[in-house]
């Protein structure tokens, strides 16, 4: 079974800081996807960036940029310009394409509180 | 286009009792899934359907049940409710596409079970 390992369980940073949180996963797959996902107090999950396993280089998103490691199977998260809201709670998920699902192995998440 | 919606967003059950929680997506997605959180921890998936009349146990099925009638709409039943389902609930749908998209899973906004 896939795991999905999340180290920090509260960070903080700075307005206007950059930010890592780190992800680290457990896959028997050669082909899979990884998605950070954020939850803020609304307790709505919205998808934040998405990386493809085949592909070597890295997903960015506005201010959101990933770190793909995969021979470490590392998926990091970096916040630059850090805001007040992105406030929340950030799960890195694996996507396992087993029996035809398209599960997702969540990770227990990492608080993250923007300090003005 | 509202995307997933479920209701209700919050119950307060008795210890034995039981309820249907509902979930409805209009995106055409063929696979659906049902998620629980516990406070600090993960998502966990406890059912899902990869298409209307299929379903299959997720990580945590015990207490649970679905039906998968049509595209739409895909019910959670909590038979015999114990205090150990109280959590959050999470619906979602995602294309299961062959292809980049194919584990992109698009949430709902979440019930809120307290079993007491």
């Known amino acids: 079974a896939q795991t999905v390992t999340q180290s920090q369980p509260e960070m903080s940073v700075q307005e206007a800081e950059t930010v890592t949180l780190s992800c680290t996963y457990d896959?028997?797959?050669?082909?899979?996807?990884l998605f950070w996902y954020k939850q803020p107090p609304s307790r709505q999950m919205i998808l934040v960036i998405r990386?493809?396993?085949?592909?070597?280089q890295n997903a960015t998103e506005n201010r959101f940029s990933v770190n793909f490691q995969k021979a470490a199977k590392s998926f990091s998260l970096e916040i630059s310009d850090s805001q007040l809201g992105d406030t929340a709670m950030y799960f890195c998920a694996h996507g396992d394409s087993g029996a035809g699902s398209y599960q997702l192995t969540f990770g227990k998440g990492t608080k993250l509180s923007v300090i003005p | 286009n509202a995307g997933v919606t479920q209701t209700p967003k919050f119950r307060i059950l008795k210890i034995g009792q039981s309820m249907t929680l509902q979930c409805t997506q209009d995106m055409n997605h063929n696979y659906m899934y049902w998620y629980r959180q516990d406070p600090g921890m993960g998502l966990k998936l406890i059912y899902y359907s990869v298409g209307a009349g299929i379903t299959d146990k997720g990580e945590v099925p015990n207490g649970y049940n679905v039906s998968r009638s049509t595209t739409e709409d895909f019910p959670l039943r909590l038979e015999l409710a114990a205090p150990s389902q109280t959590s959050v609930y999470f619906c979602?749908?995602?294309?299961?596409?062959?292809?980049?998209?194919?584990?992109?899973?698009?949430f709902g906004p979440g019930t809120r079970l307290t079993v007491t």
């Open positions: 896959t028997s797959e050669s082909n899979y996807y």
């Open positions: 979602a749908s995602g294309g299961g596409d062959r292809g980049r998209r194919a584990y992109e899973q698009y």
């Open positions: 990386q493809e396993a085949y592909k070597q």
